[in-house]
């Protein structure tokens, strides 16, 4: 069981709007380490899609947005398109564990 | 444009040792350190460690102490991962990725471009 915490599964219909939780603690999120999310399209290695907790890099369309309060960080993901679905990953540093981490990871399907 | 290219597919046996490699392209080698991250088929991502291409200092995640060790040959512009007393349970898709920072923090950083990945395989 990953430190960061995410559902396993999440859904939505195309237009909708759905967002994906990344849970900490007080040695990570809790403790001011920025949180960064990344797409994974099946077959290939993660994409970067926000960073610094809400940021998007060039060529990230607006529909994805980041935030972070306390432990938890959020991705919200709005006008869901059928290329969205993918998995998606949250990630931070661990003062405890000296380390980057990861979150489980969420499935996202576009019923 | 930058590049990072993988070594091929392992398959290894228990016990055994595995060494993959990360050719770098496209930008300063040693401007940027390089991460290992593994997945195991249809699991989540699992970070193991960094490598400073400058220096050949390490970071390695706790799970993976004395069994991993990354190094780096600056005139290749190339980083290795060698994981030892290889189990089942390692086998995985094995991907370097490239840090860059966005802020003046020490952990201000993401992973901007990844291999392509090489499955190791452990199997008796």
């Known amino acids: 069981q990953s430190v960061l915490t995410q559902p396993p599964s999440v859904s939505g219909a195309p237009g909708q709007r759905v967002t994906i939780s990344c849970t900490g603690r007080?040695?990570?999120?809790?403790?001011?380490?920025?949180v960064q999310w990344y797409q994974q399209l099946p077959g290939t290695p993660p994409k970067l899609l926000i960073y610094?907790?809400?940021n998007r890099p060039s060529g990230v369309p607006d529909r994805f947005s980041g935030s972070k309060s306390g432990t938890s960080a959020s991705l919200a993901i709005t006008g869901l398109q059928a290329e969205d679905e993918a998995d998606y990953y949250c990630?931070?540093?661990?003062?405890?564990?000296?380390?980057?981490?990861f979150g489980g990871g969420t499935k996202l399907t576009v019923l | 444009q930058v590049q990072l290219v993988q070594s091929g597919a392992e398959v290894k046996k228990p016990g055994a040792s595995v060494k993959v490699s990360c050719k770098a392209s496209?930008?300063?080698?040693?401007?940027?350190?390089m991460h290992w991250v593994r997945q195991a088929p249809g699991q989540g991502l699992e970070w193991m460690g960094w490598i400073n291409p400058n220096s050949g200092d390490t970071k390695y995640g706790q799970k993976f102490q004395g069994r991993v060790t990354m190094t780096r040959d600056t005139s290749m512009t190339t980083v290795y991962m060698e994981l030892s007393r290889l189990k089942s349970d390692d086998t995985a898709v094995y991907s370097c990725a490239r840090q860059s920072y966005y802020g003046s923090g020490s952990y201000s950083y993401y992973f901007d471009y990844w291999g392509q990945g090489i499955l190791v395989t452990v199997s008796s």
């Open positions: 496209g930008y300063t080698f040693t401007g940027h350190y």
């Open positions: 990630q931070s540093y661990d003062s405890s564990l000296s380390g980057v981490l």
């Open positions: 610094g907790n809400s």
């Open positions: 007080r040695s990570n999120i809790g403790a001011g380490y920025d």
